[in-house]
């Protein structure tokens, strides 16, 4: 892959598709990126448009849409209602989230998220950040870790892995992101070493990044910043991030607790669009191998109460 591609949207047409824009809507895309979606949805919108893309990566402006129906928000997602407050933007038409991490990240090697290079181990999204990865691991204690692996990394043995960490680090500093995976990989499954140590470094990003503490804050703002009848199409990579947005369009919460009103019909403020996830296709997946873990579910919002 060449190095100037910064990343390439998976589902883009089914996205586009089932968000079924308005060419005079409000649209806001809250991962930014590369910009291949706000591209796409700033293709369809007429004079009258508006896109707000946000990205918390400040490496993401150089990609901004030279167009005045265009926005660039440098901010977490998770204060979406704030600033399409402070833009006086009213409600949106449609919000789109994709909740996978770019190929410039993975492929920048001193942002530290993968052990394919030797690089400080940073994994922060957003630089000015104070927290590393390399300080979650310096300091995370036995109960931490071992809860940050249980619940984003599908390990067989993540006890030992908590245990391979603490024993290193007693040991000398882990710095870097090869330092990391010396000290993980005794306790991997030699089978599986590549797809374990993946895991292992997903849910150290994940926790350095309180990427799920973002998505629960971004998911309970969306019924108010969207207008009735205004769709959320979210597209996640991993079973902790696609259960939440499950129960969240389902039942219009987190947890996924169905309230139920007096004729004992399960009360949600949406309409699910798509009943099952879409996934990439082979054609896609052989294109953009990235696309394989992408699943695609959109809701349109039905009330606001």
Do not use: C
């Not at 996205?15 to 990126?33: A, H, Q, R, S, W």
């Not at 909740?99 to 994994?123: I, K, N, Q, T």
């Amino acid at each position: 892959m060449d190095d100037h591609i910064y990343h390439i949207p998976a589902l883009l047409d089914e996205t586009i598709n089932l968000l079924n824009i308005k060419p005079e809507g409000t649209y806001i895309d809250v991962t930014f990126g590369g910009g291949g979606h706000s591209r796409a949805i700033i293709s369809v919108l007429d004079a009258k448009g508006r896109l707000f893309s946000f990205d918390r990566d400040i490496d993401a402006f150089s990609n901004r849409i030279d167009d005045p129906r265009f926005t660039f928000v440098h901010s977490n997602f998770r204060y979406i209602e704030n600033f399409m407050r402070y833009y006086e933007a009213g409600k949106a038409d449609g919000i789109l989230a994709d909740l996978g991490v770019s190929f410039h990240h993975f492929d920048d090697p001193e942002r530290g998220f993968s052990f394919r290079a030797d690089a400080p181990l940073d994994m922060r999204m957003n630089r000015s950040a104070s927290l590393t990865a390399a300080d979650i691991v310096a300091t995370a204690d036995e109960q931490r870790l071992r809860r940050m692996l249980n619940a984003y990394a599908d390990l067989k043995r993540p006890g030992n892995v908590v245990k391979a960490i603490i024993k290193a680090r007693a040991q000398a500093p882990i710095l870097t992101t090869f330092q990391l995976a010396d000290a993980v990989r005794p306790a991997l499954d030699p089978r599986a070493e590549k797809k374990e140590m993946a895991q292992v470094f997903q849910a150290l990003r994940i926790e350095t990044n309180d990427e799920m503490g973002d998505l629960r804050h971004f998911l309970e703002a969306t019924t108010r910043v969207l207008r009735p009848g205004g769709r959320l199409a979210i597209l996640t990579y991993h079973s902790v991030e696609d259960r939440m947005v499950k129960n969240f369009m389902k039942t219009g919460n987190i947890d996924g607790i169905e309230e139920k009103d007096f004729f004992g019909k399960v009360s949600t403020p949406w309409k699910l669009i798509t009943r099952k996830p879409v996934e990439a296709s082979p054609e896609e997946v052989e294109r953009n191998p990235r696309s394989r873990s992408a699943k695609l579910r959109v809701a349109e919002l039905i009330s606001t109460e």
